[in-house]
């Protein structure tokens, strides 16, 4: 496998990376086509065996299920140090609007969700995937010194 620098960071990844949107609780959740964690668990370890180091989630794959799928697999086969996780967060939802919950305690609360389903203490890329209509969606970029301050990023 061959490896390079992700942009200017210091992260070394594989030039594949696992994209993990097909893993997940296909019972629940936005897709019926996912793959449950044993599956799961096979496609990680031969990704592993291979030399993929570079596994992309997200908590809204199957409602933060592939996130808690990829999360055990990764710590039973991998030591974390070993891995890059890089995990995305949606919008604010209509409902958190409504409750006054402002773009940086959404993303306090996005990585928090993040880390328990994943188990880790910290992911190495956050990504916002999404644009939000109703706010400058860099607004919520604002709170990532905050998160690395925190080191959960």
């Not at 995305?88 to 993303?107: A, C, S, Y």
Request: hydrophobic residues 35%; charged residues 25%.
């Amino acid at each position: 496998m061959e490896y390079v620098k992700l942009g200017h960071s210091d992260l070394s990844v594989s030039r594949i990376c696992l994209g993990c949107m097909g893993f997940g609780d296909p019972t629940i959740g936005q897709h019926s086509w996912t793959i449950g964690e044993e599956p799961t668990r096979e496609i990680i370890r031969r990704s592993l065996e291979l030399g993929v180091n570079f596994f992309d989630t997200a908590i809204a794959y199957q409602l933060g299920t592939s996130e808690q799928f990829v999360g055990r697999a990764l710590r039973d086969m991998a030591r974390r140090g070993d891995v890059v996780v890089p995990t995305k967060f949606l919008p604010r939802t209509d409902e958190e609007i409504q409750q006054g919950i402002n773009g940086r305690q959404h993303v306090l609360n996005s990585i928090d969700s993040s880390l328990q389903h994943l188990g880790m203490d910290y992911v190495d890329l956050y990504i916002y995937c999404a644009r939000e209509s109703r706010c400058d969606p860099f607004a919520n970029l604002k709170v990532t010194p905050l998160q690395v301050t925190f080191a959960k990023v």
